[in-house]
């Protein structure tokens, strides 16, 4: 059975920082890309940042590049996402997810086809 678990969310003040944490099971990690997506009420499930397989390469959305980073450490089947100088426009639903498949310069939700419960960032000014 295939499990992923987001932690690391909470209450942050602006200009904070959060490290969050997705740990996966029943499958093997480094044959997938993982991604961290989020979203907040009313809007559509966005793309934040992707890691392909070997952590060769990375994407990240343009509002987040240069405060985010994602990471991963395939002997422990775990993924990161470092993130710093938060905004309140970063307040949402954290999402880990993983998929076979890699596209460069981007990370379209509808190619990851086994997704964590998430987990609540929240970011006060």
């Known amino acids: 059975q295939v499990q992923v678990v987001e932690s690391g969310g909470g209450l942050v003040q602006a200009g904070g920082s959060l490290r969050l944490s997705c740990t996966v099971s029943g499958l093997t990690f480094d044959d997938y890309a993982m991604g961290w997506f989020r979203q907040a009420p009313g809007k559509e499930r966005e793309g934040v940042s992707c890691?392909?397989?070997?952590?060769?390469?990375?994407h990240y959305a343009d509002s987040v590049k240069g405060r985010f980073t994602i990471s991963r450490d395939n002997a422990k089947n775990t993924l990161y996402l470092q993130m710093n100088s938060l905004k309140p426009e970063d307040t949402a639903m954290y999402y880990c997810a993983a998929g076979r498949a890699w596209y460069s310069g981007a990370c379209p939700p509808y190619t990851y086809s086994t997704w964590g419960q998430g987990t609540q960032v929240t970011v006060s000014s």
């Open positions: 890691i392909k397989w070997d952590g060769g390469s990375t």
